[in-house]
């Protein structure tokens, strides 16, 4: 047999060249897609959803619903809450809790967020009461009211919170150079997405660019110069969508109550830089005073809908502390913090339900 010749010649002449050229590549590849499987592993333990991977509570609990299992998401049931089916019980109320992150809030046990402590703070004031937890990361208002459309003739809440505000404000930072939407017309359409923009959802999907995205693009943001105002229309915009969101509960038979928005700071220069940091890693546009200001200015329009429609307004802008013990970065609560949340709406809800002189739909 001839032995092939130790040349470059005789690397060529057998096709050897191309696997030479394109090795360090696929190394490269190889050694990114292991370190992608052990940080989706790692994530999937600490009990996130990542792309490859789903945490054992919520894998086990679509592959069965069991009857030890406390709370969601299950199979028919996709809320992180107390596992409920059917209407409320005779003589009690069902609270649903319309946010994003801050009520889902997978950092902290399922028992401690404010919504699955809402029952027990509100059963203190002599109120029977159980919560679904219409909450999701990175939902907006408009989320919200679709997941409540969706679920409210099975459920049927007789109450409903909505505590939002940062999603929306992130949403509409991004839209800011844009002429004003006309009928949510910026939102996400069905229409098939070109490949290169579903490779590129799915890049992002995954757990190394979080990584990446969580630790490296907050600092690499933090030095070009950022947005300290949105435009006024974005405030109207945001206006209008919470009186819909007034509307659309009433229409459904439920009275709505409205909460002012709490950052962990109300001026900007008290902002430490890990919330800030935090905060840039959803939203690279916006400065401390963009925030500071635009939360100011938000929570007294929701003030001022609270007043022109007639809805309680549970003021937790207001009420609550500021600093390191309630918040664990700019915008979500400690487990402690959830639990005064809980007790400040519990306060708020007992309100427009001793108004209209016992419980149910209106």
């Known amino acids: 047999m001839q032995a092939i010749p130790d040349t470059p010649h005789g690397m060529q002449k057998h096709g050897l060249v191309g696997f030479g050229a394109f090795a360090t590549l696929f190394w490269t590849l190889a050694i990114l897609a292991s370190v992608e499987v052990l940080l989706e592993a790692r994530g999937a333990s600490r009990g996130f959803e990542t792309l490859l991977f789903r945490p054992a509570h919520l894998a086990g609990a679509h592959a069965s619903e069991k009857a030890d299992l406390v709370y969601g998401p299950i199979a028919g049931f996709p809320f992180r809450s107390r596992v409920l089916s059917g209407p409320p019980v005779a003589g009690g109320e069902r609270i649903w809790i319309a946010s994003a992150s801050h009520a889902e809030d997978l950092y902290v046990r399922a028992d401690q967020v404010f919504p699955n402590r809402l029952a027990a703070a509100l059963g203190m004031l002599g109120v029977s009461a159980d919560v679904v937890n219409g909450s999701r990361a990175g939902m907006t208002i408009s989320d919200n009211v679709e ?132 905060i840039l890693r959803f939203n690279p546009n916006l400065s401390r005073r963009a925030w500071t200001s635009t939360v100011f200015n938000w929570n007294d329009r929701i003030r001022q809908i609270g007043a022109e429609l007639g809805v309680t307004v549970c003021d937790l802008d207001r009420t609550l502390d500021r600093g390191e013990g309630l918040f664990r970065d700019l915008v979500h609560f400690t487990p402690e913090g959830h639990r005064r949340v809980a007790d400040e709406i519990a306060a708020a809800v007992a309100k427009p339900i001793a108004a209209r002189g016992g419980t149910g739909r209106l």
């Open 147 to 278: 997941l409540l459309q969706e679920h409210a003739d099975r459920l049927e809440p007789t109450v409903v919170v909505l505590y939002q505000m940062s999603i929306d404000i992130t949403r509409m930072s991004k839209l800011r150079e844009r002429p004003r939407p006309d009928n949510d017309s910026q939102r996400p359409t069905s229409q098939p997405l070109p490949w290169n923009t579903r490779l590129r959802a799915v890049s992002e999907k995954t757990t190394t660019y979080s990584m990446l995205k969580s630790n490296v693009t907050p600092r690499l943001t933090r030095a070009k110069p950022l947005v300290d105002r949105l435009p006024e229309w974005c405030s109207e915009v945001y206006e209008e969508q919470v009186k819909a969101f007034v509307s659309e509960v009433r229409s459904l038979g439920a009275t709505p109550v409205l909460c002012t928005f709490a950052l962990s700071h109300r001026e900007p220069e008290d902002i430490i830089d890990e919330h800030f940091l935090g």
